[in-house]
């Protein structure tokens, strides 16, 4: 991979262009940051488990009809993806209460909801990714009416696929952070990664946190939480 290929870098990933224009190499970085970017730090090997557990996801999911932007791991770190262009969407789905929407409702976390929320955030670094509406993100030109629910389509069918893999292996998907894009033929796939870094993955006995929050929240043991994740779906769909 030589610089002068790097079309873009992102904070957790590079991405670089191939001969094949409908095709990039998307590179997986230490480097973590939250908070919108106020902490920044590394995690050892995490570019290496990161691209190793989305590689496994990612099958997983293509096995039961979700298509992605994975074409195939190129190296630890390395993976051939379609080329599509980012829809400015982070779309988050909550299982339990966490994060965010319990600081908002100022309440405990932990509570299982019966019924998920899907949220959408606009992407954008400046604004701090704020919460907007399907409203909005018409107004906006993010997306058309009839795209949002081909993204709400997938995303239910992703959340389902998902609670069901981590639930076993023992882990409760607390929420996630997923993102789309558009490949070239105008579909709209599932793109960038599904990892400790986008998730909330607690353990189901202990309600151990396995995730990012222990960067976040100077928890320790980072790297072993996202060992712990990937040795869990290794058993199962390795
Ligand atoms: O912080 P919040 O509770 O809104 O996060 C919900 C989920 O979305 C968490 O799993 C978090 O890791 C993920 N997320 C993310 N990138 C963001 C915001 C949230 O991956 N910019």
Redesign the pocket.
């Known amino acids: 991979l030589v610089e002068a290929n790097k079309l873009y870098e992102g904070k957790a990933k590079k991405v670089y262009k191939t001969e094949n224009p409908n095709e990039v190499i998307i590179y997986y970085k230490d480097d973590a940051t939250a908070f919108n970017n106020l902490k920044k730090g590394q995690i050892h090997n995490k570019g290496i488990l990161n691209s190793q557990i989305t590689t496994l996801i990612y099958d997983y999911l293509k096995k039961n009809g979700v298509e992605t932007h994975l074409v195939e791991n190129l190296s630890e770190r390395a993976q051939l993806c379609k080329k599509v262009e980012i829809i400015p969407l ?1 779309v ?1 789905v909550r299982n339990t209460l ?4 319990a600081k908002l409702f100022k309440m405990e976390e932990g509570q299982i909801l019966e019924n998920p929320i899907f949220e959408i955030c606009y992407k954008k670094d400046e604004l701090g ?1 704020p919460m907007i509406n399907d409203y909005h993100a018409v107004a906006l030109g993010l997306a058309t009416k009839d795209e949002l629910e081909n993204i709400y389509s997938q995303t239910k069918k992703i959340n389902e696929l998902l609670k069901d893999l981590f639930d076993k292996v023992g882990i409760e998907l607390v ?3 997923i993102e789309f894009g558009k490949d070239n033929e105008g579909n709209i796939i599932l793109a960038d990664e599904i990892s400790p ?4 993955l607690w353990d189901k006995e202990t309600r151990k946190k396995l995730d ?1 929050d222990r960067f976040r929240r100077d928890l320790g043991d980072i790297e072993e939480a996202y060992q712990e994740v990937l040795a869990r779906l290794n058993k199962i769909v390795g």
Request: with cysteine; net charge negative; proline share 0%.
């Open positions: 982070e988050i966490a994060g965010s929407t990714d929420d996630f952070k870094d986008c998730c909330r990012k």
